[in-house]
């Protein structure tokens, strides 16, 4: 399916949201080519990536300036033996990052409003809403809304569809109870992951058939005319050239966080979600 050298779309995504994720936080990005990136990090990254606590607690207590750490991330897999840290799906490190995202405030807590004068129980739900970009011969966003069941793990897509008519309030309302997770975000996040990754992929083939197509064809095409040239320039040139080509047409999906949440829903309502076909 896809060519010697040529990163799966999954990995692809990857490098382009740890891009996003470090330069919207003021990183330094240091190196960025496909598949690896090489970052200079903020004290306040370091500080919550790093796990070195006992040495900004030194420098502070010395009144010294600390020195963030530079970090390279490998996502393309032909490059693994390069000096770095490996990232991919279901890789604690990425994981860590998706949390920082969810610490960040896009992240609520909310129960299914009810009248009841009796005391009832409360699911927890963990929703997170997502677009998927496809990049390549063609543009296209599709929002993603998914819901996993904290307590048998049972998972539901178009969740906000499900429940958009019903009313929430931030407050536990009066005489209800919460049903504590069984499982936790984390690994409801990682389930989410596979799930998607999965479904992406799927969804894909002919996206991605399509779109290699045209992007081979553009770049035989551009070779062909370069042959016939030999001025000094021309390296450079057709360098750039077959660069503006894979950024506009290399098949990539993108997947942008919108928000996600830990939402309590009735008993009734959880049972309606879990038998829905």
């Known amino acids: 399916m896809w060519k010697k050298g040529i990163l799966p779309m999954n990995q692809a995504e990857i490098h382009e949201f740890l891009v996003h994720f470090f330069y919207k936080r003021q990183a330094t990005i240091e190196l960025n080519e496909r598949g690896l990136l090489k970052v200079k990090l903020t004290e306040e990254l370091d500080q919550k990536l790093m796990n070195r606590p006992f040495y900004w607690q030194y420098v502070k207590k010395l009144g010294k300036q600390g020195e963030p750490m530079s970090v390279t991330f490998i996502s393309d897999e032909s490059k693994k033996e390069e000096k770095g840290e490996w990232i991919h799906y279901g890789s604690p490190r990425l994981e860590q990052l998706f949390q920082m995202i969810f610490e960040e405030g896009r992240y609520a807590e909310l129960y299914e409003e009810t009248n009841q004068d009796e005391r009832q129980a409360l699911h927890p739900w963990f929703i997170c809403n997502l677009k998927v970009r496809y990049q390549g011969s063609y543009t296209q966003d599709e929002l993603v809304s998914i819901g996993v069941y904290l307590i048998n793990g049972t998972m539901r897509f178009k969740m906000m569809d499900e429940i958009l008519q019903e009313s929430f309030v931030n407050v536990i309302p009066d005489y209800c109870y919460k049903i504590p997770p069984i499982i936790s975000h984390n690994r409801a996040i990682q ?80 049972k309606h979600m879990m038998n829905i076909s």
């Open 191 to 270: 389930m989410i992951n596979q799930e998607i990754s999965l479904r992406i992929n799927q969804k894909s083939s002919a996206f991605e058939q399509e779109s290699m197509e045209l992007y081979q064809k553009e770049l035989n095409m551009t070779d062909h005319l370069f042959k016939t040239r030999e001025d000094e320039d021309t390296e450079v040139l057709q360098k750039n050239i077959e660069e503006q080509i894979y950024n506009r047409l290399y098949p990539k999906v993108q997947l942008k966080l919108i928000n996600c949440g830990l939402f309590y829903l009735t008993e009734n309502r959880s």
